[in-house]
């Protein structure tokens, strides 16, 4: 019942043109095609929220392939079409090692300069590509020797093909993963710093639009049986971006709208003759601007998602006390510099398991830096930090939680739109049954009975131990907080503080970045205090509040009279 | 073609591509988004100097004063459109949305005036100067020296003018320029038809040696990402000094090879750039913007 707007709004789309005879059988045909490329589209852009402006190039490049193997060596279809996807996808995954590191627009451009690279080699490298004026005389598609004839069969194949891709694409980033795929959208960082390589999932999605685009490329190629750099210039781009906008690209049944919509916008607007396609930008403005979610996200917003049921919560494996050799961390002689500002300055400090170690000092002494550093969202440009006997140097953050570091951040990075359950889910995605850890933590946090309330929805503090509920579902062996009671009551505050004792009671090291140093009096057995990136002081909190040093430059003269 | 008219030409070429970059880098500053637009509304520069000649018969620098106005009004209306709405949104869709712009620049162009290339008016007529020891392009010069000297008003208004202030106070740290007063959103507005006047006044000087076509709009985009790149991502004057050594590059490989190699090469840098550098040649000028 919840796909019912969907199905009908795919419907309503698809009905004008079955209806239209001949036209409209190669109208469907071509939606067909664009469907496949939108798709695998939706993949990187949709599900991996990565802009890539090579999808256009990758159908070229398909169209090539299938267009030289086919025209001119009279390939069997079966051989061109699994060439035609697995080149594109070899292209990507050989760029894919500098490209897909690169976040935003650096992403954007660097795809589009590939895009700009192939255009330029199918112009000018006539000996294959018969530049300007491509390749004629590309047979109709034979499988295993039999010819599908344009028309009907090669309608329901180029569909049987895009259904087929839609659904893998679907399947790939629904379920378990879309989450962890939002999350990876909105804040990278944060899926970092919750296990999740995001590198990797990226590299997937970029492969599968690849060989999607291919495919599509091969099957145009076919279909019209001719390849011109038409098929590779930016206008192909425009469509696949345009369709998978306007149908709504958080899903692939969006992409299959969009394509089956964007497809009839000529024949509808053939009355302004050339200035359709000035059309075409104009309905990709008005969508990203009026219905960012798309037609299929409007519709999946009518059918509304239903509340996650909750399962009986369930307590992880028992913390084991760990009695390394060693600290469980160290840091030794850790230095960064951002441009002329020394933010750490040859930090050493040592962490013994067990411990609970507050850190304190002014506004822009290298506390954050040392959490950052920690966890690996920020490299030290000199020094060595050891995690359970285990260099950290060149590790990515999603591999030191892996290690057992899980944090908070100054203000909690959570996905808005989701519940709170789903997002303490993610914490412990891929380990058990996600939720019903997710509710243990939230439990234990105090806030068991937020667990299906929406995120963007709870106040300052719950969404506070949302975060340290999600960072617990990590489960790590340090848990790192930046700044924990900012913005709590001093009733949460104590709360807070007392449910983190229980929980170093029972074996998790905690390190705790804070301002507030009556909240740290009562938590921590040990104080640090950091001064221009320097530690100054190191020891139980009385003597550090005490030392003058650290009342220089840190609490004032009059800390001690205060109330 | 002698050296002196070949660094002539690269010059001319750099010096356009100069104004371009400029505008896109203060369009990022200020929005701290890429305006995927700006490539097109180069070309909208050049045909709206197309058109203006058709009407007006005078030299193409009297035009200047004109293009420049009335670009900066686009540039106003494109901010409306394609970025007010979405402010607050990631950063994704304001790349969506000036993509969405520049295909309707694009389309509408060609609608308008078709595809196929058009020249504009030459800025002070043909033919070349000549100096005794050499012979100089006119139009080469004349490009030069009204690039140099629309960027010397730009920079005069930067750093001359109470409003030039705002607008980099409000680029460096919106919050704290909201803070002291400054209407930000307002700043943003002028930094966009700055942009679009400056992406104009190019449009305006390439029109006529480099003729205006309606899909030339990604190639400029693309260029003046490059010179924003090599020149540190932020960096106004950084960025000019890139474009200058890329239509000094282009012009050069194009004469000793063809064209085709100075694009190629170009956006091969590109990516070597990304790769290695993805902070600019010369260093980033602030924090990492999106």
């Known amino acids: ?563 | 073609m002698s050296a002196l008219q070949l660094a002539a030409d690269g010059l001319a070429l750099g010096a356009a591509y100069a104004l371009v970059a400029a505008g896109f880098v203060l369009a990022l500053n200020a929005s701290r988004a890429v305006n995927f637009a700006h490539g097109d509304t180069v070309m909208a520069g050049g045909f709206l100097s197309v058109a203006l000649a058709g009407v007006l018969p005078v030299p193409g620098i009297a035009l200047l004063p004109l293009v420049l106005g009335l670009m900066a009004l686009f540039g106003v209306a494109l901010a409306a459109v394609a970025y007010f709405p979405l402010r607050g949104r990631p950063p994704v869709a304001v790349f969506v949305s000036t993509i969405a712009a520049g295909i309707v620049l694009q389309n509408a162009a060609t609608a308008w005036f078709g595809a196929a290339p058009r020249a504009g008016p030459p800025l002070v007529g043909g033919g070349a100067i000549e100096l005794g020891f050499a012979v100089l392009p006119r139009q080469s010069a004349a490009m030069i020296a009204a690039a140099g000297l629309v960027y010397l008003g730009l920079r005069t208004l930067l750093t001359r003018t109470q409003t030039g202030r705002r607008l980099r106070a409000a680029a460096q740290d919106p919050g704290m320029a909201e803070a002291l007063g400054i209407p930000v959103a307002a700043m943003t507005a002028i930094s966009f038809a700055i942009a679009a006047a400056l992406a104009g006044a190019a449009g305006l000087l390439l029109s006529n040696s480099f003729f205006v076509t309606p899909a030339e709009g990604g190639n400029f985009m693309l260029k003046a990402y490059i010179a924003a790149a090599i020149g540190g991502w932020g960096r106004l004057h950084g960025a000019a000094l890139g474009a200058l050594m890329i239509g000094v590059f282009e012009t050069a490989v194009a004469a000793a090879f063809w064209q085709i190699w100075a694009e190629a090469l170009l956006y091969t840098a590109l990516l070597l750039i990304l790769l290695f550098r993805p902070s600019g040649l010369f260093g980033e000028a602030a924090g990492t913007r999106a």
Not at chain 1, 37 to 48: H, R, S, V
Not at chain 1, 208 to 215: I, Q
Not at chain 1, 455 to 460: A, E, K, T, V
């Open chain 1, 1 to 563: 019942m919840r796909r019912l707007p969907l199905l009908a709004a795919l419907a309503v789309a698809a009905a004008p043109l079955l209806a239209a005879g001949g036209y409209g059988l190669r109208l469907l045909t071509s939606a067909g095609i664009y469907a496949l490329l939108a798709a695998g589209y939706q993949a990187i852009f949709g599900a991996a929220g990565a802009l890539s402006l090579a999808q256009g190039a990758f159908f070229g490049l398909g169209a090539y392939v299938t267009g030289i193997l086919g025209a001119r060596y009279g390939l069997d279809g079966a051989a061109t079409l699994v060439l035609s996807a697995a080149v594109p996808a070899a292209l990507a995954a050989a760029v894919a090692a500098p490209v897909l590191r690169l976040e935003s627009h650096y992403f954007a451009l660097a795809t589009l300069g590939i895009a700009q690279l192939l255009l330029l080699a199918a112009v000018n490298a006539e000996a294959l590509t018969g530049g300007a004026n491509g390749l004629p005389g590309v047979p109709g598609l034979r499988l295993f020797g039999l010819p599908v004839e344009r028309g009907w069969p090669l309608m329901a194949a180029v569909w049987a093909v895009a259904l087929g891709a839609a659904a893998l694409v679907g399947r790939w980033s629904g379920g378990a993963r879309a989450p962890v795929l939002a999350l990876m959208r909105e804040d990278p960082i944060a899926a970092a710093s919750l296990g999740i390589d995001t590198g990797r999932l990226r590299f997937a999605a970029f492969l599968l639009a690849a060989a999607a685009a291919g495919l599509a490329g091969a099957l145009h190629a076919h279909f019209l049986g001719v390849v011109s750099p038409e098929a590779i210039e930016f206008p192909v781009m425009v469509a696949c971006l345009s369709m998978l906008v306007v149908g709504g690209r958080l899903s692939v049944a969006g992409a299959v709208l969009g394509a089956l919509l964007l497809v009839q916008l000529p024949e509808w607007l053939r009355f302004i003759g050339p200035w359709y396609l000035a059309v075409y930008g104009a309905a990709l403005l008005a969508a990203i601007v009026f219905a960012p979610e798309g037609i299929a996200g409007v519709a999946a917003r009518l059918a509304h998602a239903p509340l996650p049921r909750l399962p009986p919560p369930a307590a992880p494996r028992a913390m084991p006390r760990e009695t390394p050799a060693g600290p469980l961390l160290s840091l030794d002689g850790v230095t960064k510099r951002f441009g002329g500002i020394t933010a750490l300055d040859r930090v050493d400090l040592d962490i013994a398991a067990g411990e609970l170690v507050g850190i304190i000092g002014p506004n822009g002494s290298g506390k954050t830096t040392l959490v950052n550093a920690i966890s690996g969202i920020v490299a030290p440009d000199s020094g060595a930090l050891t995690f359970r006997g285990v260099p950290l140097a060149g590790r990515a953050a999603h591999r030191i939680a892996r290690l057992g570091v899980a944090r908070g951040f100054q203000t909690p990075r959570l996905l808005d739109d989701a519940a709170a359950l789903d997002n303490v889910a993610l914490g412990a995605h891929g380990r058990g049954d996600a939720a019903a850890l997710a509710l243990y933590w939230l439990d234990r946090l105090g806030i068991g009975g937020l667990a299906t309330r929406r995120c963007g929805d709870l106040p300052g503090g719950a969404r506070r131990r949302v975060e340290i509920a999600r960072a617990l579902a990590v489960d790590p062996r340090l848990l790192l907080l930046d700044e924990p009671a900012a913005g709590l009551t001093p009733e949460e505050q104590d709360d807070l503080a007392m449910r983190l004792r229980l929980l170093n009671a029972e074996g998790l090291t905690i390190l705790v970045v804070e301002h507030s140093v009556p909240f740290l009096k009562g938590l921590a057995r040990r104080m640090v205090c950091l001064v221009e990136g320097r530690v100054v002081a190191d020891g139980a909190p009385d003597a550090v509040t005490r030392d003058p040093v650290v009342i220089d430059a840190y609490l004032g003269r009059n800390w001690e009279r205060r109330p």
